[in-house]
């Protein structure tokens, strides 16, 4: 199956009554050589399982199901589910689950239970809330292929100087990086924007544990802190630090000096590494800090 031109998009759109939202992300790839990138770079195996969210049309999703075991597809839309389950009722290996992504709950028997990919065009709109709902959670992707919003793809693989508290919460749990940018030439509707495909390796599950218990950090504490610190991305961190935890200012300086970091220093100039050794010392003096989690 190739991606549809433009004409046939706007005739199967009438015949079915559909009017793409934007508020979903509904904008329809219209490029083969976009398609064959994507799956060349996913390099996949006959035994991967692979997470769709919002196949529309099911463009991607008959590509994927050629080179995979299963692909579990699952689509808000009870008018594009139609067409799906219509265009995908003899593929044994294409499971639909109509409903919304974000409500479906992470021990649903329909999701995958073993180690499997999301391979999707994410709605721009739930990126954020999707990230930390499949990295945070078990059972984690092995890997995420997605396109997303340009610029959401370059916060996501910011480097310390230019890091944000989104950067930050991916790359504690994996490693980002962007494979291509796709213009908004290629969709119809075309976006306002442009996009980028996105590769997010996720760290296995025991070597976040092993991370973590190195540096003797929680996860609630590592976002607790990590939040307050880029609470005023006008303030120098040490002025977060110290409103956000009630803490003198002049504690929270000494604290930064020893860990190397200047007086003037910014939440955006902290790598994960960073934030990881600054709430190891911060809990040193955990008694005095009201926000942090008390742990019998």
Request: proline share 4%; hydrophobic share 40%; with cysteine.
């Amino acid at each position: 199956m190739q991606v549809m031109d433009i004409d046939q998009l706007k005739k199967i759109c009438k015949q079915y009554n559909i009017k793409p939202l934007d508020s979903r992300g509904q904008n329809f790839l219209i490029n083969n050589e976009i398609l064959a990138r994507i799956i060349k770079e996913a390099k996949l195996y006959k035994d991967d399982i692979v997470l769709e969210v919002g196949p529309g049309f099911g463009i991607l999703t008959q590509e994927l199901a050629k080179h995979t075991k299963q692909v579990i597809a699952v689509e808000i839309d009870k008018k594009l589910s139609t067409i799906f389950k219509s265009n995908f009722q003899d593929h044994k290996n294409v499971k639909l689950i109509e409903g919304d992504i974000l409500k479906l709950k992470d021990n649903d028997p329909k999701f995958p239970a073993t180690d499997y990919k999301i391979i999707s065009n994410l709605p721009y709109n739930i990126t954020s809330i999707f990230l930390r709902k499949f990295l945070s959670n078990n059972p984690k992707p092995s890997e995420m292929i997605i396109m997303l919003q340009k610029e959401v793809a370059e916060r996501i693989c910011a480097q310390p100087g230019q890091m944000s508290l989104l950067a930050v919460s991916v790359q504690f749990y994996a490693q980002p990086k962007i494979l291509f940018e796709v213009s908004k030439e290629n969709f119809w509707p075309q976006p306002k924007v442009d996009s980028a495909i996105i590769k997010i390796i996720t760290k296995p599950a025991v070597d976040i544990h092993q991370h973590n218990h190195q540096y003797n950090v929680f996860e609630k504490d590592f976002f607790q802190i990590v939040k307050i610190g880029f609470s005023s991305k006008r303030k120098q961190l040490q002025n977060n630090l110290s409103a956000g935890l009630q803490l003198d200012n002049q504690k929270i300086k000494l604290i930064l000096r020893q860990l190397g970091f200047k007086d003037n220093v910014r939440a955006q100039e902290l790598s994960v590494d960073d934030w990881v050794k600054l709430v190891n010392e911060l809990k040193k003096h955990k008694r005095k800090l009201k926000h942090f989690t008390q742990r019998k």
